[in-house]
């Protein structure tokens, strides 16, 4: 009877991705689908002639798998990873491991750990990056879970991962941390992607409405500006886009609906932050944007009735193509900055210790963010592993005050013009709010201990306080 290396469930096209990405690395696989029907054209169609079997039940791919047994799940997160688990643990032996690699909440893989521990088997909660052609030839793999099982599951997932480096021997999979530390740090990574989007969308709908440039001209821009130190992944496919045409002359991008689609894990992101108590406003800002794009019939309706400018720039254009290009960098590096500061928070709330440099080469090839710009960041923690933010560090602090005049003419331009920037903008106030030592947070208090005796500190004394505001005035308005 075959016995394989790993069994997976769940035949969408990432999970049979993943399955040839396995086996061409050396693994034999056993796979599994709801519908069998999906199973059979799988193993008979792009599997067939390799070393995978397909099984049309559970309980007949467990039985045909080495120990310590691993179930990799490739299925909808929500109730379908409950339901699978549960159709599993009875299946099992102690030490067996299931791996859940979908998008799933970090909450549900800190209770998942938990359960699947307590019945005596391993559970493994990865983020998965890449997109179909990531899962195939090699993508960012993000483990967390039951430590115990890292051992056993490590060799086969830094096999099939991403690689970088000058020998490309560093695979972009380690170990992250316990519980959901692994699905935590993906929905980081997802969330960065939104905000990475965002700000490129928002410099190429300033080059397009305040320099009027044509889809060849921006091909130029993005083309250039993936040879610097803006070179990513995101950059690439823009590049790219700006040179397809629709078939009737014209170009495909400018004939797409401006609403913009999301699966919620930017709404995490940003939900969770607001749990913690930390101002990722950028990435925020980012999922507000789609929001925001999906009124499309309420913005039609508003374009009927509400005015404001209408222009274009008028000035130097391949000086302000430049700006636009470092407010980019600049806006990027503090979306980044805020990644990492919620990754501290949420390390410090579940008792994580989380490697932030070891994170930055984990994405730093294979995922949607890939960029050259995450070797300067694992550079800045080798420096510092205890690094803040990553606005102080020098490397940092100084390409942003160097982008800072660009930066804030690109984003006075666009406001001037009518142009929304919203993740231009939020990146730019919370450089400003983070570098100023007081902000008017002294006032709020103020108003809060007013209206509702909230009480606040001093900076001269020690203690907390209560004025009675109305009986303290000192200017009689005649009330």
């Not at 691993?70 to 339901?83: F, T």
Request: charged share 20%; glycine share 10%.
């Amino acid at each position: 009877m075959s016995q394989h290396d790993i069994g997976l469930f769940g035949l969408a096209v990432m999970g049979q991705n993943l399955v040839l990405n396995m086996e061409s690395r050396g693994f034999s696989v056993g796979v599994c689908n709801r519908t069998t029907s999906t199973t059979d054209d799988f193993v008979n169609g792009s599997a067939a002639g390799k070393n995978i079997t397909g099984y049309h039940s559970v309980e007949e791919l467990v039985a045909n798998l080495k120990s310590p047994r691993q179930v990799m799940l490739m299925v909808k997160a929500g109730p379908a990873v409950d339901a699978l688990i549960s159709q599993l643990t009875p299946l099992l032996d102690p030490g067996d491991i299931i791996i859940d690699g979908g998008n799933t909440q970090f909450d549900d893989t800190n209770r998942r750990t938990a359960e699947v521990e307590a019945s005596g088997l391993l559970f493994i909660g990865t983020g998965v990056s890449g997109g179909e052609e990531g899962a195939l030839k090699g993508p960012s793999i993000m483990p967390g879970g039951s430590p115990d099982a890292w051992p056993h599951v490590k060799d086969l997932l830094q096999t099939i991962s991403a690689r970088v480096g000058p020998d490309g021997d560093i695979p972009c999979c380690e170990w992250v941390g316990p519980a959901g530390a692994g699905h935590y740090v993906k929905m980081v990574h997802n969330g960065i992607e939104y905000g990475d989007m965002q700000l490129i969308c928002e410099a190429y709908f300033i080059l397009k409405h305040a320099l009027g440039l044509s889809n060849e001209e921006l091909y130029r821009v993005f083309k250039e500006w993936n040879e610097g130190d803006l070179e990513s992944y995101l950059i690439e496919i823009t590049r790219d886009i700006f040179t397809v045409t629709d078939g009737n002359g014209g170009h495909l991008v400018d004939q797409i609906l401006d609403t913009a689609g999301q699966k919620g894990t930017g709404k995490w992101m940003s939900q969770h932050a607001l749990d913690l108590g930390v101002p990722t406003t950028l990435i925020t800002e980012a999922v507000f944007a789609r929001c925001l794009s999906a009124q499309k019939d309420a913005r039609m309706r508003a374009a009927e009735v509400l005015s404001g400018p209408d222009g274009s720039f008028e000035g130097d254009r391949d000086a302000f193509i430049d700006d636009v290009r470092q407010a980019l960098y600049a806006s990027k590096i503090t979306s980044y900055a805020q990644g990492y500061v919620q990754l501290d928070a949420a390390a410090k709330e579940f008792g994580w210790d989380l490697d932030n440099g070891q994170i930055a080469l984990l994405w730093r090839g294979g995922c949607i963010i890939r960029a050259t710009f995450l070797a300067d960041i694992k550079a800045a923690f080798d420096r510092d592993p205890e690094l803040e933010n990553l606005l102080l560090d020098d490397f940092f602090r100084q390409a942003v005050e160097a982008a800072q005049p660009s930066w804030r003419r690109v984003v006075s331009a666009a406001i001037n013009l009518g142009l929304p920037v919203p993740g231009f903008s939020a990146a730019l106030a919370y450089f400003d709010g983070y570098r100023r030592g007081r902000l008017p947070a002294n006032l709020l208090q103020a108003q809060r201990d007013y209206f509702g005796a909230h009480t606040y500190q001093r900076l001269d004394t020690e203690g907390t306080f209560h004025t009675d505001w109305i009986r303290e005035r000192s200017l009689d308005d005649g009330r």
